[in-house]
């Protein structure tokens, strides 16, 4: 069956350092990943698309890459603040039905 | 200011009862989607419609109903028949599948 994981239910790393989060995917063949971020009690907000043919993408302090192969994304943020804490969630579009799945996301606390 | 606006915040549902949470945009979107997100879960899509007149069910669809009369708007009923509807209902929509645009959600708890 079709699968999205993302493997670290909570990370939790130390200001500064460079947290990374994974986004694992079975059964699917996505022309594109996206990541989003959501706080306590908001809607999710759009970081970053990866397309199928990109190999990696950057955005401020923010590193997305994509292994087709390997079937995974991996998300950076380095330099990590608390500001960075939030719930960050992966999506990849299922081709087949033109819609948007969501894995279940990984909660990131920064400490100071 | 463009938008997606779903109301109410908060929302509670007595047994029997059917209820109806309000989606608007005004970002001149084709698709709009519905999503259930439980504590500490990812969202699961329960309906989506592609333009108006038109919808699809998602990966949870039962005990739902949605419409699309309008291309602005995209109400979701949750029915009687949904036993287990607590939880926080999220919006969205987009001009094609390659990023959405949330609403605030409704958190709906039953009584």
């Known amino acids: 069956s079709q699968k999205i994981e993302q493997n670290s239910e909570a990370l939790n790393i130390q200001e500064g350092k460079t947290a990374t989060l994974t986004c694992n995917y079975t059964?699917?063949?996505?022309?594109?990943l996206q990541w989003y971020r959501q706080d306590p009690g908001r809607g999710p907000v759009f970081l970053l698309l990866?397309?199928?043919?990109?190999k990696e993408k950057r955005k401020e302090r923010l590193k997305v890459t994509f292994d087709t192969t390997l079937k995974q994304s991996l998300f950076h943020i380095t330099a990590s603040q608390p500001a960075d804490s939030a719930t960050y969630l992966c999506?990849?579009?299922?081709?087949?039905?033109?819609?948007?799945?969501f894995g279940s996301g990984t909660r990131l606390s920064i400490r100071p | 200011d463009g938008g997606i606006t779903q109301s109410p915040k908060y929302l509670f549902r007595k047994e029997g009862q059917n209820v109806t949470l309000s989606c608007e945009q005004n970002l001149n979107h084709d698709a709009m989607y519905w999503y259930r997100q439980d504590p500490g879960q990812g969202l699961r899509l329960i309906y989506y419609?592609?333009?108006?007149?038109?919808?699809q069910k998602g990966d949870i669809a039962e005990g739902y109903s949605v419409s699309r009369e309008k291309k602005e708007s995209f109400p979701l009923t949750v029915t009687s028949a949904q036993k287990n509807p607590t939880a926080f209902y999220l919006c969205?929509?987009?001009?094609?599948?390659?990023?959405?645009?949330f609403g605030s959600g409704t958190q709906l708890s039953v009584l």
């Open positions: 990866i397309r199928e043919n990109e």
């Open positions: 059964n699917y063949s996505p022309a594109y």
């Open positions: 419609s592609q333009i108006v007149n038109d919808f």
């Open positions: 969205a929509s987009s001009i094609d599948t390659e990023r959405l645009f």
């Open positions: 999506a990849l579009d299922s081709r087949s039905a033109s819609k948007i799945i």
